[in-house]
């Protein structure tokens, strides 16, 4: 069974509106989760990570998650978003301690 | 800048050539990561290693792939006797030590191969 799994392969959204990437984890892996972004030749940088102490997340380029136990969610979103967002964005969860696993991910395209 | 580093940034190879990367960490991490990802998936993970250590194993890392980590530092990754399918995108990452399971890895900017 998938760890984590993002619903959408590709989301698309005009400059200035809201992002949502969707990621629900699976309730048999604690939520030590992570969401990292992914440019065109590049690795993975991370955006936010659930740490406990908030079910809000704050991370960095504006982007927030909100970790929600009854849904097993780990959503991703933007207010507004930027033409330099356009990117990939992978969910990941660290289980059997210390091996990330990643969903499959998701191709945000923002149109001016 | 003192981030993962990785070299080759790209390599192309005739198939059943070998091919070694390195992966040097960031300096203060001891855990190393070697993750795989091909064209609209996710990285899958490959192995890991504490200090020079190599803790686990995926089953994706079949005979034909060994890495080391000798003395704690830099790591390779080889590739013995290519094929088509060895192609793609391989990441490693590092972490710090003594952190909990919500310590984030560190990604270089990878390793693309082209098996020809």
């Known amino acids: 069974a998938q760890s984590v799994t993002q619903l959408g392969s590709h989301v698309s959204v005009s400059e200035g509106a809201l992002v949502l990437l969707r990621c629900n984890y699976s309730s048999s892996v604690p939520p030590y989760l992570f969401w990292y972004v992914q440019y065109p030749n590049q690795g993975l940088q991370l955006l936010l990570k659930y740490t406990s102490a908030a079910t809000l997340v704050k991370g960095i380029n504006g982007f927030e998650a909100e970790f929600k136990k009854s849904e097993t969610s780990f959503h991703l979103t933007k207010p507004s978003a930027h033409m330099s967002d356009a990117a990939e964005y992978f969910c990941a969860v660290n289980r059997d301690f210390n091996k990330f696993y990643f969903g499959s991910g998701t191709k945000l395209n923002v149109k001016p | 800048d003192t981030g993962v580093s990785q070299n080759p940034r790209h390599k192309i190879t005739k198939r059943g050539q070998n091919v070694t990367f390195r992966c040097d960490p960031i300096?203060?991490?001891?855990?190393l990561y070697w993750y795989r990802q091909t064209l609209g998936q996710g990285p899958e993970f490959l192995t890991y290693f504490q200090n020079e250590a190599q803790l686990e194993k995926s089953r994706l890392l079949s005979d034909r792939f060994s890495a080391e980590r000798p003395k704690g530092s830099f790591s390779t990754l080889e590739i013995q006797r290519t094929e088509q399918g060895d192609s793609a995108m391989y990441l490693c990452a590092s972490s710090a030590p003594g952190g909990g399971m919500n310590t984030e890895a560190f990604f270089g900017q990878g390793t693309r191969l082209t098996v020809v």
């Open positions: 300096s203060e991490h001891n855990r």
